[in-house]
């Protein structure tokens, strides 16, 4: 099978190249294309790459019926409608680490160009003047450095402030106290005492609603007489109108932006006239390593997805700790085929509309219980949900949107590492499936309701109810024999002697319905549950 994959907005030959090699993939190359014809052609195509040019929006996505995964060659996904290829189910990848030094870099190259007024030395030396009386500049050591989002790049560009010899705080409230030790960097607990403090200000965060406007005039009031701010990060961060209005009240000294809420910036807008104001088309990440990495970067994720269906990349999937990917995909397979063994069971007894599904893992997989309950929504809605590409990204939204609860619930004491414990309720209903996963064995069930068992949910699994009596087992074997069915394996377990009992029965090939009807008809036997694993 080939995979089809559209590349767009000037992608470095290089991930063009590594997309080309491989034969599975038949890959085309264009320019950046207007909207329209973007969306008249995306529905041939298995994958999209492009950068920040290409509007993905939620018209093309929806028009995209064959599209696994979208990669940005690139940091920021704000050109990408997320919302909606999470409900599709289209993996979004993009390449947070290749353009890291080069913005690190631009930062303090625009910082230098305005304490030293390089622009215009340069300007004024080529129009033939001296004007060295007018060029007193100043210097980075000795000032203090504020750093909003002490990520990748915000790390990088702390690392490099400490070589100029500036003090640096920053102020993020989802990094950890080791890194701000690491790097010797002051803690900032909230905005305000950030902008206090700093002599420049650089922003380096996404573009959410949390962040979008963080900096209007408010903020740049609490900053000091003379400070400078710089973004470099998105457009929509800094309030422009603010800023400009405080460069020309002479309140900051300067201001660099890279980056603008309207993209290109408009010939005529006011920003184009702001005094002490460096401008920059957008280049933070315009370096020939950086397009080279990204690129590269980016495009080995979209071929692993496409050919291998990894989706650890994938920044639209449920957050994963702790576990690499690769050993994480066993109890992935678990959580889906417990949840579907427990859904069926539910059915069985007349309970379809499923209301409640909860995780318990083991230590093993503690770091993963949101990615395994994504895997236990699949599973609850296998065969339910319309369309085709139901997977871990879009499950938990497709359950929500059907009033299906999902939660994660701690495990009880002594519960072995590499248990996974899948409860699913509905109607006055409730079961519990488990099992052990692994990346060095098969997955297998180990616990169907009340009862222990040991098989390996694969192919096609029977799960018996009965009456513990003489000969059940024996005549089960002879109804699937005679319909030329072959057992893989049958595991038998009982509560308690002539009471209860529950036979798992894993077979090769299809069980029709006339099958399932004849083991009912056999004496002793309650209910006969079929469920079939396609993924």
Known sequence: MKFKVLLTDGIDPEGVALLAADPQLEVDEVPTLPAGELIERIGEYDALVGR??????????????????????????????????????????????????????????????????????????????????????????????????????????????????????????????????????????????????????????????????????????????????????????????????????????????????????????????????????????????????????????????LLGGELSRSINIAAVEGVRWEELKPALRLSERAAAVGRAILATQGNRAVQRVSVRAGAAHLGASEALLAAAAVGVLEGVVEGDRLNVINARTLAAQRGIELSSLESAPGTADDVVEIRISAGMQEIAVAGTASPTAPVRLTRIGAFHVDVQPRGTLLILTNEDVPGVIGRVGTVLGEARINIAEYHQARLAEGGDALAAVSVDGAVSDEVQAALLQIPGVRTATVVTFNR
């Not at 003090?167 to 030790?181: G, L, M, S, W």
């Not at 403090?197 to 959410?208: A, E």
């Not at 309030?239 to 300067?254: H, I």
Request: hydrophobic content about 45%.
């Open 52 to 305: 920040s040019a290409t509007r993905v929006t939620p018209e093309l996505l929806r028009a995209a019926k064959r599209i696994r995964v979208i990669g940005r060659a690139g940091v920021g996904v704000d050109n990408i409608a997320m919302d909606t290829a999470t409900e599709l189910g289209i993996a979004i990848i993009n390449a947070p680490a290749g353009n890291t030094v080069a913005v690190a870099e631009l930062v303090f190259g625009s910082l230098l160009s305005l304490l030293r007024a390089l622009p215009m030395a340069d300007r004024t030396m080529h129009e033939g003047e001296w004007r060295r009386s007018e060029l007193l500049g100043g210097e980075l050591k000795g000032r203090t450095l504020g750093i909003i989002g002490l990520g990748r790049i915000g790390s990088e560009v702390a690392r490099r402030a400490a070589a100029f010899e500036m003090e640096v705080v920053a102020y993020d409230p989802y990094v950890p106290e080791t890194r701000f030790q690491g790097l010797r960097v002051g803690r900032a607990d909230s905005l305000g005492p950030l902008l206090a403090l700093s002599d420049v200000v650089t922003i380096h965060t996404p573009l959410t609603d949390e962040t979008r406007g963080m900096i209007g005039k408010r903020e740049l009031d609490k900053l000091k007489a003379g400070a400078i701010v710089l973004n470099l990060a998105r457009g929509g961060i800094v309030e422009e109108d603010a800023l400009a209005a405080a460069l020309r009240s002479g309140r900051l000294a300067g201001a660099a932006l890279d980056v603008f809420s309207r993209e290109p910036l408009p010939a005529d807008d006011p920003l184009r006239s702001a005094p002490n104001l460096f401008l920059t088309p957008h280049i933070g990440a315009s370096t020939i390593e950086a397009q080279r990495n990204v690129a590269r970067d980016v495009c080995a994720a979209v071929r692993e997805t």
